[in-house]
């Protein structure tokens, strides 16, 4: 590659990084975003569950499914509610909720089960976090959840309550 490609390359890529940024909206500074779409009030002797995934680019093309009780949280298209840079919310069954998943590509449920028993009324975070060869649920304090949750994208809920 030549020198004079090499200049070209920079050139047209900082061309389009400066587009991209003088397009975009801003108001008062800040950048705007999409109203937020909230989740419907829990439902009553339910247990509210916040699952979502703050890593956008790091393990992007990975798509874990979650199962909770047996039910694989799938959108309409049958794929993973948990994209890269999204939360979901489940209300589940108080008395008992089992959360696992299932890692990209594979068929078989995650080997550590995540159960909760006897929480009514009661919210928890889980937060899906990368190691380098794979990915799994944690929980996570509210305080923690709650600051990653700001710029995430809602794909969804369920209520797995009534279900049960």
């Known amino acids: 590659?030549?020198?004079q490609h090499l200049l070209a390359s920079m050139f047209a890529c900082s061309i389009v990084l400066l587009s991209g940024c003088a397009t975009t909206d801003r108001n008062d500074g800040r950048l705007t975003?999409?109203?937020?779409?909230?989740?419907p009030q829990q439902a009553a002797g339910s247990?509210?569950?916040v699952i979502y995934r703050p890593q956008t680019i790091v393990g992007m093309l990975?798509?874990?499914?979650?199962?909770?009780?047996g039910h694989q949280m799938l959108n309409a298209v049958r794929e993973s509610m948990l994209d890269p840079g999204s939360v979901f919310i489940?209300?589940?069954?108080?008395?008992h909720a089992?959360?696992?998943w299932i890692q990209h590509r594979r068929n078989e449920l995650?080997?550590?089960?995540?159960v909760f028993k006897d929480?009514?009324?009661?919210?928890?975070y889980l937060r899906w976090t990368l190691k380098p060869t794979y990915g799994y649920l944690e929980q996570v304090e509210e305080d923690a959840a709650r600051q990653e949750l700001g710029p995430l994208r809602y794909t969804g809920y369920r209520n797995l309550a009534k279900a049960e």
């Not at 975003?33 to 989740?39: L, T």
């Not at 990975?62 to 009780?69: A, E, K, L, Q, S």
Request: charged share 25%.
């Open 62 to 69: 990975g798509r874990p499914i979650v199962v909770i009780n």
């Open 33 to 39: 975003q999409r109203p937020r779409i909230e989740a």
């Open 98 to 100: 089992n959360v696992d």
């Open 90 to 95: 489940v209300d589940a069954p108080a008395d």
């Open 119 to 124: 929480l009514r009324g009661a919210t928890r």
């Open 47 to 49: 247990l509210r569950l």
């Open 110 to 114: 995650s080997a550590d089960s995540i």
């Open 1 to 3: 590659m030549t020198l």
